[in-house]
């Protein structure tokens, strides 16, 4: 996936998360600017069930696929410090956008181009089992 016209790896496509969220690494990585963040006000509520304040939310374009199977989109991510093995995590905001279907047993998800078309992206089981690895430490 390419966020803010950088090539992002290690994403989480989460159809649980009522936010798409990007984590501050990957922000500063993106070599976004703080003072593009809108602020908020509210807090989130992490994996481990504690409450945490974003440093605020930004909309970045996205592109998932390439050349004929690419879908373009502008989403807003929530910008979270915290560690995470993830880099973003794609919630329901951004799966409903492109159209996606996500099937988390064969690791893919269908979406729809551009054009209309459907298409398919495919996730990688070894980072995803290296991301669970680095989860649990």
């Given at each position: 996936?390419?966020?803010?016209?950088w090539?992002?790896?290690r994403i989480?496509?989460?159809?649980?998360?009522?936010?798409n969220?990007?984590?501050?690494?990957?922000f500063n990585?993106?070599?976004?600017?703080?003072?593009?963040?809108?602020?908020?006000?509210?807090?989130?509520?992490?994996f481990?069930?504690?409450?945490?304040t974003?440093?605020?939310?930004?909309?970045l374009?996205?592109?998932?696929?390439?050349?004929?199977r690419?879908r373009?989109?502008?989403?807003?991510?929530?910008?979270?410090?915290?560690?995470?093995?993830?880099n973003?995590?794609?919630?329901r905001?951004l799966?409903?956008k492109?159209?996606?279907?996500v099937?988390?047993?064969?690791?893919?998800m269908?979406?729809?181009?551009?054009?209309?078309?459907?298409?398919k992206?495919?996730?990688?089981q070894k980072?995803?089992?290296?991301?669970?690895?680095?989860?649990?430490?």
């Amino acid at each position: 996936m390419r966020i803010a016209n950088w090539e992002v790896d290690r994403i989480l496509i989460d159809g649980g998360s009522s936010a798409n969220i990007i984590y501050i690494s990957a922000f500063n990585e993106l070599k976004l600017d703080k003072k593009d963040l809108q602020r908020v006000s509210y807090e989130v509520t992490g994996f481990n069930g504690s409450g945490l304040t974003p440093e605020g939310i930004i909309e970045l374009s996205v592109r998932v696929g390439e050349r004929s199977r690419r879908r373009d989109v502008r989403v807003e991510f929530l910008v979270i410090n915290s560690p995470s093995p993830y880099n973003v995590i794609m919630g329901r905001p951004l799966i409903h956008k492109i159209g996606g279907v996500v099937s988390t047993y064969h690791l893919a998800m269908a979406y729809t181009t551009n054009e209309g078309w459907s298409a398919k992206l495919r996730g990688s089981q070894k980072t995803a089992q290296q991301c669970y690895i680095t989860a649990l430490k």
